[in-house]
């Protein structure tokens, strides 16, 4: 449970950095399959201790000891098979929170959002800069990079150079 709790602090300070809304997307699906996953182990855990209490009052007991002896090897049945029901859960949960993590990217610089230089007829002049590539100034400009390549034949594949002068359309 204190990993559990661990992981949803990081995850919680991950969302406060969060750089991008895709980033943020990801942390808060991670977030809310960590709230529903901990109220079933919330759930587990309150059987499992509601078992082992009845398993413990039980065992106390010396009336109609057939009886109990079946009635507490029954329970601790359902106890064991709650226990591995819960340390599987919890196996699963770290391994899929993991993997989320994992895909997260961390500490990168959020892209750079391109700003024209000079206005041409029905296009803007961009001037590259570092960083800078044609799918970063296509989705700033809010156009394609097939069509940043049309407007421009002297691009020869996807090289930029810091300096180069491309044109963007205006809207």
């Avoid at 943020?24 to 201790?49: C, G, H, K, P, W």
């Avoid at 970063?136 to 594949?157: S, Y």
């Amino acid at each position: 449970m204190k990993k559990l709790l661990a992981i949803s602090m990081v995850l919680a300070c991950g969302s406060v950095l969060a750089q991008s809304g895709k980033d943020a997307f990801v942390r808060q699906q991670a977030m809310a399959e960590l709230q529903r996953v901990t109220s079933q182990i919330d759930l587990l855990q309150n059987n499992y201790d509601d078992l082992a209490a009845r398993v413990a009052r039980l065992e106390r007991g010396n009336r109609e000891a057939d009886q109990l002896r079946a009635e507490i090897s029954s329970l601790r049945s359902q106890l064991n098979e709650l226990k591995n029901q819960l340390h599987n859960q919890r196996a699963e949960i770290v391994k899929d929170i993991s993997g989320k993590i994992a895909q997260m990217p961390m500490n990168q610089p959020p892209p750079k959002t391109p700003k024209p230089v000079v206005a041409e007829g029905s296009y803007l002049e961009y001037t590259v800069s570092s960083g800078d590539s044609l799918y970063i100034i296509a989705k700033a400009f809010k156009t394609t990079v097939p069509k940043l390549k049309a407007m421009n034949p002297n691009i020869k594949g996807d090289a930029l150079r810091v300096g180069q002068k491309i044109k963007v359309p205006k809207e």
